[in-house]
């Protein structure tokens, strides 16, 4: 057990792992699946680690002055986690969001203290589905205050802070599970969290196979034709390159649609007790697909995301 915390930042990290076997008794399938409940974070998801380490890393290099205003384009969680990292050392933070994500997300940034700025999606978009071409948009927008506001820019598709976040979670799940892990996936939106932990996992034994998940209709990294990039899978999949994929550690491309995300979340719920989100659903789902098939009697590593707290809006878990 953790000392007494000068605050709720030194929380974050050091999350359980737990075994999904009664999802797998449910879908029949043999093999293991191992699951990191980054959703127990502090602010309920993964991006809490990378909040913390860019912001004490510029600090640490003085990228980071105390009057200057922190600016951060988000689908949310990331937000959320600058949030609770800017209220406790004291920083202006102002998020940058799209209107298509779920307002559970901007009303828990807002709790928190961040100022949080919704931009409009792009014509034709639907509520719920954020494309490349929303998030291109709310980059914009980013750009522009940090510009007006000579604020600092966290940049989180880009920082190498968020790889490096995640690759000491990867070695956290690697300690947890003895090393008994044959594969790991991950639904990718920044892809720091694949890089990390597939580069923490490989460094343990290069035989571990890396999957990146992508919805079903956008299925761009893998090179094939988009033919929607308006999913339902909130966080990613955003059908465009990403600067902190390191293809090299790739060992297949796997593709889930917008039910089966769903349809798994909702089973993770009901058999496990864990409430987790549609990026999480689709992890869960793109595990079960890689038992029933390549994958069959092995043991696979995920992260649940973040909680499905942030999706009671949505149809998620309207049942």
């Known amino acids: 057990m953790k000392k007494l915390l000068s605050g709720i ?10 075994s999904l076997n009664r999802l797998t008794q449910v879908y029949g399938v043999s093999g293991n699946l191992y699951a990191k409940l980054e959703n127990l974070n502090p602010g309920n998801s993964k991006k809490d680690r990378i909040a913390l380490k860019i912001i004490e890393n510029a600090e ?10 922190i600016v951060e384009l988000t689908s949310g969680n990331t937000g959320t986690g600058l949030a609770i990292v800017c209220a406790v050392k004291g920083y202006r933070f102002i998020a940058v969001m799209s209107k298509g994500n779920s307002p559970e997300r901007a009303r828990m940034m807002r709790a928190l203290g961040a100022e949080v700025v919704l931009v409009n999606q792009s014509e034709g978009s639907v509520t719920g589905q954020v494309s490349g071409e929303d998030l291109a948009l709310v980059e914009k927008e980013t750009n522009r205050i940090v510009e007006s506001l000579d604020g600092f820019r966290v940049d989180q598709f880009n ?14 799940i690697w300690t947890q599970c003895e090393g008994r892990i044959d594969a790991y996936l991950d639904f990718v939106g920044t892809a720091g969290t694949f890089t990390g932990y597939a580069t923490a996992l490989k460094r343990h034994n290069p035989a571990i196979r890396c999957y990146v998940v992508e919805p079903a209709s956008a299925q761009y990294l893998a090179g094939k034709v988009v033919g929607n990039s308006n999913h339902r899978i909130q966080g990613g999949g955003y059908a465009s390159d990403l600067n902190l994929l390191d293809k090299s550690l790739v060992s297949g491309y796997l593709a889930v649609t917008d039910e089966e995300a769903i349809q798994a979340a909702r089973d993770l719920a009901r058999h496990e007790g864990i409430f987790g989100g549609f990026s999480s659903g689709a992890n869960v789902a793109a595990a079960l697909q890689l038992l029933a098939g390549k994958e069959n009697g092995r043991s696979i590593a995920l992260t649940i995301n973040d ?11 309207n049942e």
């Not at 640490?60 to 205003?69: D, Y």
């Not at 920082?159 to 956290?172: F, Q, S």
């Not at 909680?307 to 878990?317: E, I, N, V």
């Open 9 to 18: 930042h030194e929380a974050i990290g050091q999350t359980p792992v737990v």
């Open 60 to 69: 640490k290099n003085g990228l980071l002055h105390m009057n200057q205003p």
């Open 159 to 172: 920082a190498i802070e968020n790889v490096r976040a995640h690759e000491l979670a990867g070695n956290e």
């Open 307 to 317: 909680t499905g707290l942030k999706y009671l809006s949505t149809d998620l878990f």
